[in-house]
């Protein structure tokens, strides 16, 4: 399995970027999805998961700004991030995931995006 993340880059406070993880090597659509964000000195934590029949969940400091979609003609999950808050600044990765709100992800991480956001 392959996962490769892009979409990243440098905003303002307010600003938004939406973020796509391209998925190979294994069944995309029967798959849940899940995007991840990490900042230096603190464990990766889950920020949106969508199971492979389209239900949603966030990370609570997320929901009503965050919106992951799937694409699954194109093996590609997505995350639309609007009014970026500072505290958004992290790396996002994106992983195959079982569960919803405390999800386990399954494939060996990939390359994330970063995602720097400016006061």
């Known amino acids: 399995v392959q996962l490769q993340a892009s979409g990243g880059g440098l905003v303002q406070t307010g600003g938004s970027l939406r973020l796509s993880c391209v998925v190979s090597?294994?069944?995309?659509?029967?798959?849940?999805m899940g995007w991840y964000r990490q900042t230096p000195g603190k464990q990766r934590e889950w920020v949106a998961g969508?199971?492979?029949?389209?239900?949603?969940y966030y990370k609570d400091s997320v929901l009503g700004r965050f919106t992951i979609s799937r694409d699954n003609a194109k093996n590609t999950t997505y995350l639309q991030m609007n009014s970026l808050k500072p505290e958004d600044t992290a790396v996002y990765y994106c992983?195959?995931?079982?569960?919803?709100?405390?999800?386990?992800?399954?494939?060996?991480w990939g390359q994330g995006t970063q995602v720097t956001v400016s006061s």
């Open positions: 090597g294994t069944i995309f659509s029967i798959k849940g």
């Open positions: 969508i199971t492979s029949d389209g239900n949603k």
């Open positions: 992983n195959i995931i079982v569960g919803t709100t405390a999800p386990v992800h399954l494939a060996p």
